[in-house]
Structures are given as structure tokens and as C-alpha cells.
């Protein structure tokens, strides 16, 4: 049994356990070999101590509140570089609901940042994390100013912070949750550590960020963020979209029928929608979605969103740095290898992340092995067979073409989804829109 939970020192801990354990909820906690876990995103070597109302502390310092996770018996990874795990989380320890715990970068990545940091300073050997990056000019800089402005976030890594609006970098400040008051856009109530973490999580994995900026509680195709303690963040889980593929079975087939769908849904949303963000897609890969017990189609990994602010344009892309051309903040969690950035946000088309998710998914989802759909459908869904056959494949390839015009992908996409809307399922098990479904065809 693995177990996460809070010890008397306000910090958390975890004890690990083997694939052969079963993934049951803990009667009670671990009490040797414990591993220390401290408060923040950066990981300190010294106790981070203070007042704090984040889910941090909902998660990590009130006592009942406890994790059991596990490794998954078919993985392939090395443990130095599985960075999720699934879990349960309780409150009561009666009730468990299934969480994704997840490290800001692997392991390994993580030990190869800390090496990167103390070489920074000369140091060959272990160092003081927190002293290495506190004299920084970039933290220097971020210490002094009561906001987060674009200049000090210039050069980092995330696809967030791409092409970085005023307006952008406020809501990351107003949403951030790991400090007490949080909704003020100006930092004076942010200590020197709180700053320090933001910072390094900023330049690290932007994924805890994005579920806080854009959570689902307010429309966002975002799992609900639940905290973090050190270097662990825990979001809500749901079941990945690979355990659809394969089967032409009508049944399985029309399931995949709603996902596609949805995804296409998601996909136009993130880019038109009241705030005025255009949140696109900078690669795309399966895992990066997931299924909630209702049915409803969920982006679980954020870290690869870029953000264009529609309402206050693009700021002048800077030169493009690479390797060793920014500071220490620039490549942290990426390896040793020529850091990686995205491409100028004036380079992103409108159409990019329908022509990606054209491209890496949908024909998973809708053309089976031979390249055409299952013709055994359920009976609401056998005059659509034919169309289906003959028209999805020529969809799909428009939309991911990149040399079409965006007007022709858009109008793809238009046309797959017309298509694709009246074979939805509507039955209880899709609970996300039923029994509306039966009455609206809006749904």
C-alpha cells in the first residue's frame, strides 16, 4: 500500500509500494520508511513554515485528509521517469475519489535541474536550491515588483508564457491558490518564498497554473486542481481514451463517435470564448485527454496549451534562445538537451489545433484498421453508415492538411461534426446531457 499524507511538521510524505499491491484505501498510515515531502513547488532544503489557506493546506495539513496510490502494474517506465501516479484521496476515510498525483517533471529531470542550478554557481556538488535561485536577476527582479510583468517571465520555457500579455500574466497571479488572499492581481501579499515558487513553477510545468487560471467549475475542459506540496501536484483523475481504440463493434464504435465530438467541441471552445484567450494546442498526444465517469471528455495534461491574448494582441517575439542563451530559469525541467521552445505565437494559425487533433486522433477514433467505419451499427445509427464510410475519411484529410486555406479546415470540421452530432448516444450512462438529450437537440 502506498499511502501520501500529513505529518505534525505541516510537511507530507510518502510511502511506496509495488505493482503486486493492491490498490486498496489504507486503514491506517505508514510509519517507517517514510519519504519527506516539503510544502511549496520548489522543494527547499529547509522547512517552508507560515500561514497558509491554499488547497495545500485543505490537502496536506489536516489530518484526515489521506492518499493511497499505486504504480500501475503495465507500465514500462523506469521509475526515474514516471512523473503520474494514480491514487484515491479522502477527507473522511470513508469515501475515496480517484486523483492523479503527478511530479512538476520526472524524477530524473527534476535531479538533472538541481545539478544545472548548483553548476550554475560552481558548485560540482549538492547545493541550497532556494540560495542558488533567490540572488538570480530574474527573481531579484520578480522580489521587487508587486506584479508579474512580461519581462520577468520572458525567455521561459512553458507555452504559456509564449507571447505573455499584461492581462494574461494577472490572471496567473489572481488565480494562483497557494498563498493566502488569493484574487489580488498585485503581489504584497506574497512572501519572498511564495514569489520563488511561482517563479519556479512558471518555468518548470505549467499545468497546475492552467487548471487554476481556466478550472471547470467554470466551463473549462479542465480536471479540478486539488493542491500540491512540494514538488507533487493532484488534479482529479479520469479514465484514459486508449481503452476505446481497436473495436468496430457498432456500440464501442458510436462511443467513439461521442468523443470525437466532444473533442471537437473542446478544441473550437478553446478558442472562442468569453475571455477573450485563444488557448491552442502545441503538439497533441492521447494521453493528453482523458473520460470522466459521465462521459464527458477532459484535457488532463495542460503542459502543452499555449495562450494568445485576443484582446490585447502579441507582444514583439523575442530572438529565439536556445541552449545556453538564457538564464537558469530558461531550461529548468527539460534535461540536458537544447532547451525547447514553442513557435512565435504570430506563426500559430486558427485551424492549428483542429489540424493536429485531425492528424494524431480522430482517425483513431473513427476509422477502424481497414480505414473505414463498422458497418454493424445500432439501429438509430444505419442510415448514417453509408455517409460515414464515404465522407469522414475526406473530412479528415482537409482538416489535416496544413497547406488548406483555414476557411476550407474550418468548414471541415463544420461538416464532420454535422455529421457526427445526430449519432451521439443519449442514455443514462452519458449522464453530461441526459435526459436532456432526449428533449434537446442542442444536446
Known amino acids: 500500500m502506498c499511502v501520501l499524507g500529513s505529518n505534525s511538521s505541516g510537511g507530507c510524505w510518502y510511502s511506496p509500494c509495488s505493482p503486486a499491491e493492491s490498490p486498496q484505501p489504507a486503514e491506517s498510515l505508514p510509519g517507517a520508511g517514510q519519504v519527506q ?121 512553458p507555452p504559456l508564457l509564449r507571447c505573455p500579455s499584461q492581462r494574461l500574466l494577472d490572471r496567473v497571479v489572481r488565480r494562483y491558490a497557494e498563498v493566502v488572499d488569493v484574487g489580488s492581481i498585485q503581489m504584497k501579499h506574497f512572501s519572498e518564498r511564495d514569489k520563488l515558487r511561482l517563479l519556479y513553477t512558471l518555468a518548470v510545468n505549467q499545468q497546475p497554473l492552467i487548471l487554476q487560471m481556466f478550472p471547470g467549475t467554470e466551463g473549462w475542459p479542465f480536471p479540478r486542481y486539488q493542491g500540491s506540496c ?7 483523475s479520469s479514465r484514459p481514451l486508449w481503452g476505446l481504440y481497436g473495436s468496430s463493434r457498432g456500440w464501442e464504435f458510436i462511443q467513439r463517435v461521442d468523443v470525437a465530438y466532444q473533442l471537437l467541441q473542446i478544441t473550437q471552445g ?20 482523458g473520460l470522466l465517469d459521465d462521459q464527458r471528455v477532459f484535457i488532463t495534461d495542460a503542459s502543452s496549451i499555449g495562450v494568445i491574448d485576443l484582446e490585447q494582441g502579441l507582444p514583439p517575439d523575442p530572438p529565439s534562445q536556445t541552449g545556453s542563451g538564457g538564464d537558469i530559469f530558461s531550461c529548468l525541467g527539460q534535461g540536458a538537451s537544447p532547451c525547447h521552445r514553442s513557435p512565435p505565437c504570430s506563426s500559430v494559425r486558427p485551424t492549428q489545433s483542429l489540424t493536429l487533433l485531425c492528424t494524431a486522433l480522430l482517425p483513431r477514433l473513427l476509422l477502424t484498421e481497414r480505414g473505414a467505419q463498422p458497418t454493424r451499427l445500432p439501429m438509430e445509427g444505419e442510415a448514417e453508415a453509408g455517409r460515414l464510410a464515404r465522407d469522414v475519411p475526406l473530412l479528415l484529410g482537409v482538416c489535416a492538411d496544413p497547406s488548406q486555406p483555414d476557411w476550407r479546415i474550418m468548414a471541415a470540421v463544420g461538416s464532420l461534426m454535422d455529421l457526427l452530432k445526430p ?8 449522464t453530461y446531457r441526459y435526459p436532456e438529450c432526449r428533449y434537446n437537440q442542442d444536446y
Open 270 to 289: 478553446l478558442g472562442h470564448n468569453s475571455l477573450g484567450f485563444l488557448l491552442y494546442y502545441t503538439r497533441l498526444e492521447e494521453d493528453m485527454f
Open 37 to 157: 515531502c516539503l510544502r511549496g513547488d520548489v522543494h527547499l532544503q529547509e522547512a517552508l513554515e507560515g500561514p497558509d489557506k491554499s488547497p495545500y493546506r485543505q490537502l496536506f495539513q489536516v489530518s484526515n485528509s489521506r492518499f493511497d496510490w499505486w504504480m500501475s502494474p503495465d507500465t514500462t517506465l523506469p521509475l526515474a521517469e514516471k512523473q503520474s501516479f494514480p491514487g484515491n484521496l479522502t477527507d473522511d476515510s470513508l469515501s475515496w475519489r480517484p486523483v492523479v498525483l503527478s511530479f512538476l517533471s520526472s524524477p530524473r529531470l527534476h535531479s538533472s535541474s538541481d545539478r544545472s542550478i548548483c553548476r550554475s554557481v560552481g558548485r560540482q556538488g549538492p547545493c541550497s536550491i532556494e540560495a542558488v535561485l533567490r540572488v538570480t536577476p530574474r527573481f531579484q527582479s520578480l522580489n521587487q515588483s508587486h506584479l508579474l510583468l512580461p519581462h520577468i517571465v520572458k525567455g521561459l520555457a
Open 230 to 236: 512540494g514538488r507533487l501536484m493532484v488534479w482529479a
Open 423 to 430: 449519432m451521439r448516444p443519449c442514455n443514462p450512462r452519458y
